[in-house]
């Protein structure tokens, strides 16, 4: 109630500070105001690409003798929100580019409940479209007819290798039954509810929605066909995605009734398919690609994972064979655009919710994320289809 009361009483001196300054513009209290304000003004929120202000994210900002307090108000409780850090990085950064501030303090506060309606309210003017997803955002789903050959490993990090080329990323978890994200990203991350709205999780400068974040760890999810289209749909139509560059989607394993959804809602997704170098593994993963061309999906590229093994002797072991990658290619006439190492610390990342790109950017495995995320920014988006988008 008192922070709300002092943040009146700030409006009514700024009203006042206005007012006087159309009579003197270079009393130096009133400019140093307007610089801090206008440096607040421009921190846009990472999650939702918005400006903290205008989201109502900021309750006052009191600078003096180069320490500015700043009172923020979030949307949700203060332990389920997951961004604070890169939150207060920009606002420190924002704040110590005026040259006038040396130290910045935070202190929060949630929002009330009319407060988040607000903050809701502006998310759902801003980005108008059905799904927040923009014509221009490119869905690119990640798929295999195979588990375990490292389809969600492989997600995490190219999501994250993209959005390190300065694209925003989204990345939603489409096995809505074997979820993996929430461990892979940040174990601890929580999307924001506010009443049938979604706010995805953010985890290494990537927002996320996956069932995991949702379901009671050990409860095994029993959504059947229906409901799991439901569910996706609910993912893209409820989840304010706030216009993304890249959507990632982590596809179940098979060919089956999420691929068949994911026609059906977004019907230009592009369809990546992750084998292994077995010739076994490239028929099964074969079969995802081929179910994804029945359904007129583009079919952009394969992705070799497990490829080989670098000892310390720097020699390269081939322990699953040699070829599945470039052979897959080559049958769907679609190009082989990376082939991961198999490394001990990119299974600890999946574990420990650090993924290696952010751990070890420099290793062989982290420079191919790279070079792969490279490939498909430089692919572009697949060509248009004529039929009707249904969530966009
Ligand atoms: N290149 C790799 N090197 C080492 N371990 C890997 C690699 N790719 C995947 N893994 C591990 O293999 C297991 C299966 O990977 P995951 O990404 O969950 O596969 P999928 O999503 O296809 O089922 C996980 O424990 C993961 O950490
Ligand atoms: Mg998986």
């Not at 903290?52 to 332990?79: F, H, K, N, R």
Request: with cysteine.
């Amino acid at each position: 109630m008192s922070e709300k009361k002092e943040s009146n009483e700030n409006e009514q001196s700024e009203a006042q500070t206005e007012s006087n300054s159309q009579n003197s513009t270079t009393d130096p209290a009133e400019l140093g105001e307007k610089i801090i304000k206008d440096a607040i003004v421009n921190c846009i929120d990472p999650v939702t690409n918005c400006d903290l202000v205008s989201l109502g994210m900021i309750d006052t900002v009191d600078v003096q003798m180069g320490e500015a307090q700043v009172a923020i108000l979030l949307p949700c409780s203060i332990d389920a929100y997951s961004n604070t850090k890169e939150l207060e990085q920009l606002i420190s950064s924002s704040l110590a580019d005026t040259g006038m501030v040396s130290q910045v303090k935070f202190k929060y506060a949630t929002m009330t409940e009319s407060e988040k309606d607000d903050y809701i309210l502006h998310l759902e003017t801003t980005y108008k479209g059905k799904s927040q997803l923009k014509d221009s955002t490119r869905v690119i789903a990640i798929s295999s007819g195979k588990g375990g050959v490292g389809k969600s490993s492989v997600t995490t990090n190219l999501a994250i290798s993209i959005s390190k080329l300065g694209y925003r990323v989204g990345l939603l978890d489409a096995d809505v039954y074997g979820f993996s994200i929430p461990n892979m990203l940040g174990p601890e991350a929580e999307p924001i509810v506010i009443g049938n709205s979604v706010v995805p999780a953010r985890a290494h400068k990537i927002n996320f929605v996956s069932a995991g974040l949702f379901a009671d760890d050990d409860q095994p999810i029993i959504w059947r066909g229906p409901m799991l289209h439901k569910a996706l749909e609910q993912f893209l139509a409820n989840v304010m995605w706030c216009e993304p560059d890249f959507l990632v989607l982590d596809m179940p394993p098979g060919t089956g009734d999420v691929a068949l959804s994911i026609a059906s809602l977004i019907p230009d997704a592009e369809f990546y398919v992750v084998t292994t170098p077995q010739k076994s593994a490239e028929s099964v993963a074969q079969r995802s690609a081929i179910a994804a061309r029945q359904l007129k999906l583009p079919l952009r590229g394969v992705i070799e994972n497990m490829s080989y093994f670098e000892g310390d002797d720097h020699k390269r072991y081939e322990l699953f064979g040699r070829g599945g990658g470039q052979q897959l290619a080559d049958h769907l006439s679609v190009k082989l655009l990376g082939q991961v190492p198999l490394v001990p610390d990119l299974r600890a990342g999946s574990d420990n919710g650090i993924p290696i790109v952010i751990s070890d950017p420099n290793s062989n495995a982290s420079k191919e994320f790279e070079k792969i995320a490279d490939e498909i920014v430089e692919l572009g988006p697949a060509k248009k289809r004529l039929q009707a988008l249904k969530v966009r």
